[in-house]
């Protein structure tokens, strides 16, 4: 496991640059897979994650409604807004209520991300579009 950790670490942090900057339509969708939590002593459970990204007025800046399976039906866990990066090809959001940063990087029909709070790894998130 320390092992996947430090490989998504370092991909998180040096993806590639890139010159061709993604159409909103690739990353507005439906995103489906799982969330898997790091602090095992924490209240968080593993969840496979249901999100529904959605494009904002505000520029390079994306809705995502997070959802959870319970049961075979989709529960709210809450909204967040991202902000996309088209150098990094990453969406961030950085969740001061919490204290935390949520981090995904999108590579064709997939996005895998990270979320922190006061500085520690949380959750590892591995979704890929409908």
């Known amino acids: ?3 996947f950790l430090s490989l998504l670490f370092f991909a998180l942090s040096t993806a590639p640059s890139f010159s061709q900057t993604k159409n909103d339509t690739d990353i507005i969708g439906i995103w489906k897979g ?3 939590c790091q602090i ?3 209240p968080c459970h593993n969840e ?15 809705q995502f ?21 088209a150098k990094e090809q990453t969406l961030t959001c950085v969740d001061e209520q919490h204290h ?18 006061k ?9 890929k579009k409908e």
């Open 65 to 85: 409604v997070m959802n959870k399976m319970v049961k075979r039906k989709e529960e709210d866990m809450g909204i967040l807004e991202y902000t996309y990066d």
């Open 100 to 117: 935390g940063v949520w981090k995904f990087i999108i590579n064709d029909s997939t996005m895998d991300g990270t979320a922190t709070f």
């Open 40 to 42: 095992k002593t924490s």
């Open 119 to 127: 500085g520690e790894l949380y959750r590892i998130i591995h979704l």
């Open 48 to 62: 496979h994650a249901v999100y529904h990204v959605t494009k904002m007025k505000k520029p390079n800046m994306f």
């Open 1 to 3: 496991m320390k092992q």
């Open 34 to 36: 799982e969330s898997i």
